[in-house]
Nanobody, 114 residues
Framework: QGQLVESGGGLVQPGGSLRLSCVAS????????VGWYRQAPGAQRELVAH???????SYVDSVKHRFTISRDNRKETLFLQMNSLKPEDTALYYC????????WGQGTQVTVSS
């Protein structure tokens, strides 16, 4: 069990883009299927994208064709490229295994607003 540190969030206008990063140090990162979760105010945390150890990606319908998940096993880093952002994408974004089994990090805030 290592440490998860998410970054890359911010305030962006609708239609804009952001790239999130998650460093999972000391976690045997390459051995796990991992994903990005988000939690909007008053809502439950949901898994929006995940990627297997072999690099196969899956997405929930609400982000499909707009978000792209990728991983760099050598750097123990997970990425989420988010394009065509919508106000409903506003949330705190976290990374974790698909179980999820690691201790949650602080997350990174994404706010989409004009």
């Amino acid at each position: 069990q290592g440490q998860l540190v998410e970054s890359g969030g911010g305030l962006v206008q609708p239609g804009g883009s952001l790239r999130l990063s998650c460093v999972a140090s000391g976690s045997f990162f390459s051995a796990y299927d991992v994903g990005w979760y988000r939690q909007a105010p008053g809502a439950q945390r949901e898994l929006v994208a995940h990627i297997t150890t072999r690099g196969s990606a899956s997405y929930v319908d609400s982000v499909k064709h707009r978000f792209t998940i990728s991983r760099d096993n050598r750097k123990e880093t997970l990425f989420l490229q988010m394009n065509s952002l919508k106000p409903e994408d506003t949330a705190l974004y976290y990374c974790n295994t698909v179980d999820p089994s690691w201790v949650w990090g602080q997350g990174t805030q994404v706010t989409v607003s004009s």
